[in-house]
C-alpha cells in the first residue's frame, strides 16, 4: 500500500519562469539516470527480494522517496513553464546557440501535456523500463544502484551549474545531498551483505570452480604501451596478471553459410592464416 501527502519532501518554486531550463530539467525526471529510473528500479528490485526484513526495508523507503523526488521535478518543470510557449519562450531564445539547439521549451511539454511535465527525457524521448536493472541478487543490484545514483548526481550537479535562479538552486542543492546519502547507503549495504554472509565479492558466488581456471585471473593487455599493467591495485593487489602479448584463441568469427533463400552474399572462405587449421592446410601443402 503507498499513500500520497499532499506536501512536497522539499520545495519546488523557481524565481522566475524558465522553458528552457524546464526542457533540460527533464533529464532528472525521465532520463535513463533519472527519478523515474531509480524509483522503478528500486521498487522492483523491493518486490524482488526474497527476504523480508532490513533490506527490503531500505529498498522500498528509497524507492517511495523517489517517487516524491519525481513529484518534486514535475512541480517544478510545471511552474518553469507557467507563461510559456509565449514572451518566455521568446526571451529564452534570444541566445543563437540556445534557440538552435532547442528553440525554447519542448513543444511536447505544451502539446501533450498541457505546459507541465512528460515522462521522457531533455531531448523528448520516452522513459523506458529498460533502464533499469532488478536482478533478484542484491549484491548485484546494489552496485547497480551505487552507479545509478553517481550518474543521476553527476546530472544534476550538471544542471546545477547551468542556472542562475535561486529557488531551482535551492531544490537541486537538496536533490544533491539525497543522492550522497543514497550513494553511501548502498556501498555500506554492499559491505553489510558480505558481513551477513549472503553473498562475496563475486557476482554470483558459484561456479568459481567450475569455471576456466587458467583465464580467470589474467588481464589482457589491449592498449598501446605498458601503461595499464601499472595499476597495482588490479593486478598484483587482487592477485590478477597482466597478460602483456595475449593471443587469439579462437578460429575467424565467420558466419555460417546463408540460407539461399535469404540471398546473402556468399563465397568461401580460405582458412585464416595463423588458425590451427590454416597451419595444418599449409604443412600439407609444403608436403605435397
Known amino acids: 500500500m503507498f499513500r500520497h501527502t499532499k506536501l512536497l519532501q522539499f520545495?519546488?518554486?523557481?524565481?522566475?519562469?524558465?522553458?528552457?531550463?524546464?526542457?533540460k530539467l527533464q533529464e532528472l525526471i525521465g532520463g535513463a539516470f533519472g527519478e523515474m529510473s531509480v524509483t522503478m528500479q528500486y521498487l522492483f528490485q523491493g518486490w524482488n527480494c526474497r527476504m523480508e526484513g532490513k533490506y527490503k526495508d531500505l529498498l522500498m523507503d528509497t524507492a517511495t522517496e523517489e517517487i516524491?523526488?519525481?513529484e518534486m521535478?514535475?512541480?517544478?518543470v510545471a511552474r518553469l513553464l507557467e507563461g510559456a510557449p509565449a514572451t518566455a519562450t521568446?526571451?529564452?531564445a534570444k541566445d543563437p546557440v540556445m534557440a538552435a539547439v532547442?528553440?525554447?521549451m519542448d513543444p511536447q511539454q505544451a502539446i501533450v501535456a498541457g505546459g507541465g511535465a512528460l515522462p521522457a527525457d531533455s531531448n523528448g524521448y520516452p522513459w523506458n523500463g529498460k533502464y533499469i536493472v532488478a536482478s533478484g541478487n542484491l549484491l548485484a543490484d546494489f552496485r547497480a544502484n551505487v552507479a545509478a545514483e553517481a550518474q543521476g548526481r553527476l546530472q544534476t550537479a550538471r544542471l546545477y551549474n547551468m542556472t542562475d535562479d535561486p529557488g531551482v538552486k535551492a531544490m537541486l542543492k537538496f536533490n544533491l545531498a539525497r543522492d550522497t546519502v543514497h550513494q553511501k547507503q548502498w556501498l555500506a549495504a554492499i559491505e553489510e551483505l558480505k558481513a551477513d554472509g549472503l553473498e562475496d565479492e563475486i557476482v554470483p558466488n558459484a561456479l568459481l570452480d567450475e569455471e576456466d581456471q587458467t583465464h580467470n585471473k589474467t588481464i589482457w593487455h589491449l592498449s598501446d604501451g605498458p601503461d595499464g599493467a601499472k595499476g597495482a591495485s588490479w593486478t598484483?593487489?587482487?592477485?590478477l596478471e597482466y597478460l602483456m602479448d595475449p593471443e587469439p584463441l579462437g578460429g575467424p568469427g565467420t558466419a555460417p553459410k546463408p540460407d539461399p533463400a535469404l540471398y546473402g552474399t556468399y563465397a568461401?572462405?580460405?582458412?585464416?592464416?595463423?588458425?590451427a587449421k590454416g597451419k595444418a592446410k599449409e604443412l600439407k601443402n609444403k608436403l605435397t
Not at 73 to 76: N, V
Not at 268 to 275: E, F, H, N, V, W
Open 11 to 23: 520545495e519546488a518554486k523557481p524565481e522566475k519562469p524558465d522553458p528552457v531550463f524546464a526542457h
Open 68 to 70: 516524491g523526488h519525481v
Open 73 to 76: 521535478l514535475a512541480t517544478m
Open 90 to 92: 521568446a526571451e529564452s
Open 102 to 104: 532547442l528553440g525554447g
Open 236 to 239: 598484483t593487489g587482487a592477485g
Open 268 to 275: 568461401p572462405l580460405q582458412d585464416a592464416k595463423g588458425t
